[in-house]
């Protein structure tokens, strides 16, 4: 059905990798709120939230696009 309406499996595109700046803010706001409970990131709405593996690849891993896009 998807191949039907123009849409292919490719493989995901990588975005940029994190810079010195992006490392330094990430580790502020983890030790920041490292004593937070339960109570206090249940009130955390994250927007961003993205997926990892730590151990293996998803070399299997594919995403639906129209003709021409990469990131959607």
Do not use: Y
Request: proline share 6%.
């Amino acid at each position: 059905r998807l191949q039907k309406q123009g849409l292919s499996a490719k493989r995901p595109a990588h975005g940029p990798l994190l810079t010195r700046e992006h490392r330094v803010v990430r580790l502020r706001f983890a030790r920041e709120h490292q004593n937070w409970g339960i109570e206090e990131w249940g009130r955390i709405l994250f927007t961003d939230e993205s997926r990892f593996c730590l151990r293996s690849p998803d070399s299997r891993q594919r995403v639906w696009r129209m003709p021409g896009e990469r990131f959607a």
